[in-house]
């Protein structure tokens, strides 16, 4: 197949293209920066306000996987334009030039679109492509771990000093990037089991995982013991403020993100899983935690 790709320089994307370009597939891929010549890979200049550049993305794909998404933003405008207008874009872009088959990533925070403003901004997403004549399928990961993930590396660092904080209550499911990749390739040919359905994927941890429980098995992979630190909502959103302080437009912790981890429950429901005959997780999630943090190590970031 040829496939357009958004997204495919983030955590995500690498990985999808990691694994496209190993079953032999060809691609398209959008980039706001140069990159390296890649064998299989199509760079194209631009990003997902620019018409022209997503017309020659999608131009001849068989099919658009949309992976990229603002995920952290200063204000409910950035998000808007990132995952809506974004969204918006591509989507016309796709139609125009005849490509049917689309593969929207959203997020498990579109479920709860009152909480924040980033989970707003992906319901919205999750309607422009909805509204589409697109044979389309939207996938709401959860919580994503792996090999170059910078947002879970926190919760590694932190129990590498051998203290997590933690939301107080709930739970979270996980899921590991190379499974969500492969699902991703899966979804591709479109079938009457996939096509006009929105997936909430996971690790097959019914349940999923209780805070305490998780921040424990990511101090277990680092070799540590780490004291749990359970932050109610109230002391999240100090924490986010002091993080704000302290790291400005680079927090991590931030008033919207306090607001979203404060939900007691962002586990994928049982009624929205991926039919098993489509695809199922493989990786363990305690060995692939463990893998990860020794990536982390390898690289010098722990």
């Known amino acids: 197949m040829i496939i357009a790709l958004t997204g495919a320089t983030g955590f995500v994307g690498q990985a999808f293209v990691d694994l496209a370009l190993a079953a032999g597939h060809q691609l398209t891929a959008l980039a706001r920066a140069p990159q390296d010549p890649r064998p299989g890979v199509e760079w194209i200049s631009g990003d997902l306000e620019n018409r022209a550049a997503l017309a020659t993305l999608v131009r001849d794909a068989d099919a658009v996987v949309h992976i990229a ?22 989507v016309e872009a796709a139609g125009k030039e005849g490509v049917s088959r689309f593969v929207h990533v959203s997020s498990l925070s579109a479920r709860e679109p009152s909480l924040s403003a980033y989970g707003a901004s992906k319901a919205r997403g999750e309607t422009v492509v909805k509204a589409t004549l697109l044979d389309w399928t939207i996938v709401r990961p959860p919580a994503i771990y792996g ?9 590694f660092r932190a129990a590498r000093w051998g203290l997590v904080p933690m939301p107080k209550e709930g739970r979270a499911s996980l899921i590991h990037v190379e499974d969500l990749a492969r699902l991703l390739l899966a979804l591709l040919p479109g079938s009457l089991r996939v096509s006009g359905h929105t997936f909430e994927p996971d690790d097959g941890r019914a349940g999923g995982w209780e805070h305490r429980e998780l921040a424990l098995a990511i101090g277990w992979a680092v070799g540590r013991r780490p004291k749990v630190l359970s932050l109610s909502p109230a002391a999240l959103r100090r924490a986010a403020g002091i993080d704000g302080f302290l790291r400005g437009r680079g927090a991590k912790m931030t008033q919207d993100r306090a607001a979203y981890f404060s939900h007691p429950d962002w586990t994928g429901q049982p009624s929205a899983q991926v039919p098993h005959e489509v695809w199922e997780a493989t990786v363990e999630t305690r060995t692939g935690l463990k893998t990860t943090a020794q990536w982390y190590r390898e690289q010098g970031w722990l």
């Open 147 to 155: 090999p170059r993930d910078k947002e879970m590396f926190e919760l």
């Open 69 to 90: 998404g603002v995920v952290n933003a200063p204000d409910r405008e950035a998000f808007e334009i990132g995952n809506v207008r974004g969204t918006l874009n591509l």
